[in-house]
């Protein structure tokens, strides 16, 4: 399915700051949206994706939150205007849950696996067609859930790692994607370690978050 080109990108308070190289699989990757300072990015589409998307993406969580309420921000937007992946844990330093939820509509189911914080995990949320959701950490499988008739639509604006506000993200957000297809965890385990060519089939959304100042961030993705 062709797809519009997104709107470019307009970055409010972008903090794409120096990182030290850090070892993914022996693979190094530099950069990194930081969201210290209130940084993030927010994305206007054309329109809404609906289901059958997939949104990976490198985090590196400096503190989380306590609790379902309110969740850190990987993409997350206004109430009720997004599905929103956000990450929860027990306390703010204790390992966090994935879950794909939507502001007074539904929480989402918890992955099964969670990620700790002050450290590099890989993070994929995929919907299916027929709505099904699922969570990969690192590649493996973490956990799905039937959303059943529950809005799962992301978009058509949302915000990567919100810097400030109910659904503050403290820490660094790399190599953002969006695919319009929900990824096979054999896809998602190709891609893992390896810069993307940027034309692969149903990448939509490619932010590598590879530059060390600035404002705009640059979608990478050849839209297909």
């Known amino acids: 399915m062709n797809f ?10 972008v903090a794409c700051l120096s990182w030290p190289a850090r070892l993914r699989a022996q693979t190094a990757f530099n950069n990194g949206l930081s969201t210290t300072n209130n940084g993030s990015v927010t994305v206007t589409l054309p329109a809404a994706i609906a289901n059958n998307y997939t949104v990976c993406a490198w985090v590196n969580l400096r503190s989380g939150t306590a609790g379902l309420e309110p969740g850190s921000g990987l993409l997350s937007g206004g109430c009720d205007l997004t599905a929103e992946i ?4 027990n306390t703010s330093g204790s390992p966090q849950n994935i879950e794909l939820g939507r502001c007074n509509a539904f929480f989402g189911g918890l992955s099964s696996g969670t990620l700790a914080v002050n450290a590099w995990t890989h993070v994929a949320v995929s919907v299916s067609s027929g709505n099904v959701v699922s969570y990969y950490l690192n590649g493996t499988a973490a956990g799905a859930w039937n959303a059943g008739a529950l809005p ?11 810097g400030d506000g109910y659904r503050k993200f403290n820490g660094i957000i ?6 319009t297809n929900a990824l096979s965890q054999a896809q998602i385990q190709t ?3 390896r810069p993307l060519t940027g034309n692969e089939p149903g990448l939509y959304l490619y932010y590598k978050f590879d530059s060390s100042s600035g404002t705009v961030a640059t979608n990478s993705a050849t839209v297909t």
């Open 86 to 89: 956000l990450l929860r844990g």
């Open 4 to 13: 519009p080109k997104p709107l470019i990108l307009v970055a409010a308070c």
């Open 174 to 179: 790399d190599d953002f994607q969006v695919w």
């Open 152 to 162: 799962t639509s992301i978009g058509p604006s949302f915000t990567i790692g919100e």
């Open 191 to 193: 891609n893992l370690y």
